[in-house]
């Protein structure tokens, strides 16, 4: 039996899948590809995921930047595994949003045309070696605060992709502290660098959680859905409340003269954040972003032989397999 909503066809498998859908949802399990889903939930799966793959693949360019300028072969060896895992974080999350019917090229084409989004912490320049300090700590202190709980994202092959990646994550924020306590032990010079890295990047970083919850279109939706398990601001203050101790060892301060806990609210006060420069950035207008697309956009067509040969030979592959089962 089909019935029609607006221009809307609903079948009664579409019933019979909504019905299945919402007692998986409602029951806090989870939705494997082959599921049943609408189409909203769908649609908003491929946005985040694909956003979030084209932000590890991004964030790549800010620290390979400084490879070749690590002041240590300690240095340079971890800084290659950070970079290298965050390929590989894109490429899980590539994969999983595949699983939802988009194809990889479909997806790459949108980020190299400058239609996707990805996150707005890569648009700004990392001018010192401080800079690995300060986005290990802050940076990937902000994405562990907001992945973790995605590793109860009610689509499967999301969630799950999010266990290995907050791992990863973890060794990285570590590491960028490390790099800060080393700085902040060192001469007057070293700890100046090490608060100006903080200074740079601490509001980006606060910006990462996304537009303040009455501003956040899709949050109260992806909510009831389990994508998300916590509106924006709750994510922020919770990450504030992690790096104040974090930053008392450090013997950074953090640049907000109006940071303070409140026993009333039972929150952080805070400074506004500047939300004209997140939009500014969004916008496609920060200080880095024209540089960050053009890498990506130039590295995509340098590896356009490597893509030819892989297909090459995945086809003689193919070919040699189908040999062996006719002779068979
Ligand atoms: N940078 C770029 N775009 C952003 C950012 C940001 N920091 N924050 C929000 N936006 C975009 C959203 O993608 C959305 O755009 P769209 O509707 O055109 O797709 C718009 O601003 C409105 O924001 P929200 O309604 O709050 O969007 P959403 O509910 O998706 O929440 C958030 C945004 C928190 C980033 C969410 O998508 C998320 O948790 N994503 C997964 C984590 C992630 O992508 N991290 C990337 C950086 S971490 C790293 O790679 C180390």
């Known amino acids: 039996m089909t019935t029609t909503q607006g221009s809307t066809t609903i079948t009664a498998d579409d019933e019979a899948g909504q019905a299945a859908f919402d007692a998986v949802i409602a029951a806090d399990s989870r939705i494997e590809p082959r599921d049943w889903m609408p189409a909203a939930y769908r649609k908003t799966l491929i946005r985040q995921i694909s956003q979030h793959a084209h932000s ?28 290298q895992d965050e390929a590989g974080h894109g490429l899980y999350l590539y994969s999983a949003a595949q699983t939802l019917g988009i194809t990889r090229d479909e997806m790459t084409e949108q980020l190299i045309t400058g239609r996707a989004k990805y996150s707005s912490i890569f648009n700004y320049p990392t001018p010192t070696w401080a800079d690995m300090g300060a986005i290990g700590w802050l940076v990937d202190g902000a994405a562990i605060c907001n992945q973790v709980p995605l590793c109860r994202a009610s689509y499967g092959p999301y969630g799950r992709a999010m266990v290995r990646i907050c791992k990863e994550e973890s060794f990285h924020q570590r590491q960028g502290f490390e790099i800060l306590l080393s700085l902040m032990q060192g001469t ?12 740079r990047w601490y509001w980006p970083s606060l910006m990462m959680f996304g537009p ?9 939706q992806s909510m009831a859905w389990n994508i998300k398990r916590f509106s924006n601001d709750d994510l922020r203050q919770r990450f504030v409340g992690m790096l104040v101790p974090q930053a008392e060892v450090l013997g950074v301060t953090l640049p907000d003269p109006n940071l303070r806990w409140n026993d009333e609210t039972g929150r952080w006060d805070m400074s506004e954040i500047d939300w004209d420069e997140f939009f500014e950035v969004l916008a496609g207008r920060g200080p880095m972003n024209a540089e960050r697309l053009r890498i990506r956009r130039d590295a995509h067509e340098d590896g356009a032989w490597v893509r030819e040969a892989a297909a090459a030979y995945a086809r003689k592959q193919a070919a040699r397999v189908e040999d062996t089962r006719e002779v068979a």
């Open 56 to 83: 590890e693949i991004i964030g790549m360019q800010p620290e390979g930047n400084w490879i070749t300028r690590a002041p240590s072969l300690k240095r340079k060896a971890i800084l290659m595994a950070k970079v």
């Open 188 to 199: 007057d010079a070293q700890r100046e660098m090490a608060q100006d890295a903080v200074d």
């Open 212 to 220: 303040p919850d009455d501003a956040s279109p899709n949050s109260a």
